[in-house]
């Protein structure tokens, strides 16, 4: 089983609510990511997690909240966000060893959750 | 710090035409190097990867070789296929354990019958 399955694939949310996306692998992967893509442009990085333990917060707006339940699962909680939030996400994972990325491994890519903030 | 110069787009071809989208990179020691596809409404998948210097990584017919002394990892093709229309994205991974993927812009590829 090589996916990342993401759900759900598409989500329309007003500016008031909160909704959660999920990404899911069985893969033993030991990191997990969430990317933000914006039409036409390439993926930028929002949080890893490495071993379950959040490593890298490329200063994401408070309004996106990660979570990691466990070595499988990923989430992302969604709340008070603006219009300009509209975008596809993206959730990946990757293979780690010891403190680290196993050299020349890929990250495996989900489908992608399209969201939308009216 | 790291960095992916990808060829401008869009790019159309006609089926059969050969392809090349250039690539190079910026990174300190020997990062790993991929090719990433991403086809309408869909997310990434991995073209191919090389991770290290002269390695040449390939699939479905696509090609790239990694070039250490011109830091270049251009994507080839010799006949595309309509098919082939999609986003192509170059990328590298740092090879001090560093988790992070840096890609470049992506080039949208078209291909006419």
């Known amino acids: 089983d090589t996916e990342v399955t993401q759900t759900p694939k598409h989500l329309v949310m007003g500016m008031t609510n909160k909704k959660s996306l999920k990404c899911e692998q069985h893969m033993g992967h030991r990191a997990m990511y969430w990317y933000k893509q914006k039409a036409k442009k390439p993926p930028e990085l929002m949080f890893v997690?490495?071993?379950?333990?959040?490593?890298i917060n490329e200063s994401v707006p408070s309004r996106f909240s990660p979570e990691c339940p466990n070595s499988s699962l990923l989430n992302l909680h969604l709340h008070a966000l603006q219009p300009e939030d509209s975008a596809l996400y993206l959730c990946?994972?990757?293979?780690?060893f010891g403190q680290g990325a196993k050299r020349g491994t890929e990250a495996f890519f989900g489908q992608g959750t399209r969201l939308t903030v009216v | 710090g790291d960095s992916v110069t990808q060829m401008e787009g869009p790019v159309t071809l006609s089926e059969e035409a050969f392809l090349t989208i250039n690539c190079t990179y910026t990174a300190t020691g020997y990062p790993s190097l991929f090719w990433y596809v991403q086809y309408p409404g869909e997310g990434l998948q991995l073209l191919l990867k090389a991770t290290k210097a002269d390695d040449k990584g390939s699939n479905k017919g696509f090609e790239a070789t990694y070039r250490k002394e011109t830091t270049s990892f251009h994507l080839e093709k010799g006949s595309v296929q309509v098919s082939d229309s999609a986003v192509y994205f170059c990328a590298l991974k740092s090879n001090f354990g560093n988790e992070k993927l840096t890609f470049g812009t992506g080039t949208r590829l078209t291909i006419i019958p």
């Open positions: 990946a994972s990757q293979d780690l």
């Open positions: 997690y490495s071993y379950e333990k959040l490593s």
